[in-house]
């Protein structure tokens, strides 16, 4: 079988050239549900944000998504007042399970520099400034990606619903009406989800739930947004809950340990070993405690240097990191410098 890794960062993002005259950066962050793209002055320090409507292809086909992506775009240059051919290089980082579609269409009506990445390469920008280290997605879905030291990229997960996004919102969620249901037969444990459930979903009773989810599908975003309840229904000390992120933390824990170990960035040696960053982005870990600190544990019997953290700057953040990168200005913008820039362009 092969070993090679399933996601390679683009030769653009790993031996850029530097442009001397490179002023402004664009970066885009692309979702099933809406696209926000950001034009940054990097001399003045300006930022012009944009919104758009979604751009995973897997929703809402190629076409639809690059419609998505370019609205988003052009709206962010008007606001800065600059042409496209201005731009030092503009990073797309687009949810889906294969972005090369996408990327053809994008070049085909711009240029080279525009960039089209999956989301979780802007995810590990956002998390370690483009540096080694890791991203860990857990929203609707879930998924990891890395860097090593010598420059080793790997990912794990990322597989969608049917096959994988372990430990996501969209898992706990479908765990938890698994255990109302084996409450209800009396296969399982008793558990507090069995009223809370059906309750969230608008439902008299589990069974009918079940129903419901084959008779009329609730979509991938309703299931995970039973997150919010699953983590009230454990701080009140439910055990199933509570196991329920134990488990959840041990499955994404297994994917996270594979990144490090394939990057490199849990290999011994003389020197002590660096630490690095593993972001955690995503609203599942809203649940705090109950969930990252499982989860850590899980990261830290491989790597007791990581540097395990939850991630609140807004994901278009990593784009613009990977544009400054790609023109060879990486080091002249930092993530703490950019954060603010970002809060204060999306509430203003």
């Known amino acids: 079988m092969r070993r090679d890794s399933l996601l390679q960062l683009p030769p653009a993002l790993t031996r850029p050239t530097?442009?001397?005259?490179?002023?402004?950066?664009?970066?885009?962050?692309?979702?099933?549900?809406k696209t926000l793209a950001a034009v940054l002055d990097l001399h003045s320090r300006a930022l012009y944000v944009a919104h758009g409507g979604p751009s995973n292809e897997d929703a809402v086909g190629a076409a639809m998504a690059v419609d998505s992506l370019l609205q988003a775009a052009?709206?962010?240059?008007?606001?800065?007042?600059?042409?496209?051919?201005?731009?030092?290089?503009?990073?797309?980082?687009?949810?889906?399970?294969?972005?090369?579609?996408?990327?053809?269409?994008?070049?085909?009506?711009?240029?080279?520099?525009?960039?089209?990445v999956n989301d979780v390469v802007g995810a590990w920008a956002t998390a370690t400034g483009a540096a080694p280290g890791l991203a860990v997605i857990s929203g609707t879905g879930s998924n990891?990606?890395?860097?090593?030291?010598?420059?080793?990229?790997?990912?794990?997960?990322?597989?969608?619903?049917?096959?994988?996004d372990e430990g996501s919102g969209y898992w706990l969620g479908v765990q938890s009406i698994k255990a109302a249901l084996r409450d209800r037969e009396a296969s399982g444990p008793e558990?507090?989800?069995?009223?809370?459930?059906?309750?969230f979903f608008?439902?008299?009773?589990?069974?009918?739930?079940?129903?419901?989810?084959?008779?009329?599908?609730?979509?991938?975003?309703?299931?995970?947004?039973?997150?919010?309840e699953l983590a009230e229904v454990a701080e009140r000390g439910d055990a199933v809950a509570r196991e329920l992120y134990e488990?959840?933390?041990?499955?994404?824990?297994?994917?996270?340990?594979?990144?490090?170990?394939?990057?490199?960035?849990?290999?011994?040696?003389a020197a002590p070993a660096a630490p690095f960053p593993v972001g955690l982005i995503g609203s599942a870990f809203k649940a705090g405690p109950m969930f990252v600190e499982p989860l850590t544990r899980v990261v830290h019997a491989c790597a007791p240097h990581a540097q395990v953290r939850t991630v609140e700057m807004h994901p278009v953040g990593g784009s613009l990191l990977l544009a400054a990168q790609a023109c060879g200005h990486g080091g002249e913008l930092a993530l703490a410098e950019l954060a603010p820039l970002i809060d204060r362009a999306l509430c203003g």
């Open 191 to 199: 558990t507090a989800l069995s009223d809370v459930v059906p309750a």
């Open 74 to 116: 052009d709206e962010a240059l008007a606001q800065a007042a600059i042409t496209s051919s201005e731009l030092g290089a503009a990073v797309l980082a687009v949810a889906g399970t294969d972005t090369d579609t996408l990327a053809e269409h994008v070049r085909a009506v711009r240029s080279d520099d525009w960039i089209v």
């Open 144 to 164: 990891v990606f890395g860097v090593g030291p010598e420059g080793r990229a790997w990912r794990a997960g990322g597989w969608g619903h049917l096959l994988g």
């Open 247 to 269: 488990r959840g933390a041990a499955e994404l824990g297994e994917q996270i340990v594979a990144v490090i170990r394939q990057t490199g960035l849990a290999e011994e040696s």
């Open 18 to 33: 530097r442009r001397e005259d490179a002023r402004f950066l664009m970066g885009i962050d692309g979702g099933a549900t």
């Open 202 to 228: 608008g439902v008299a009773s589990v069974e009918e739930l079940a129903s419901l989810v084959y008779s009329w599908p609730l979509t991938k975003s309703d299931i995970a947004a039973f997150g919010i």
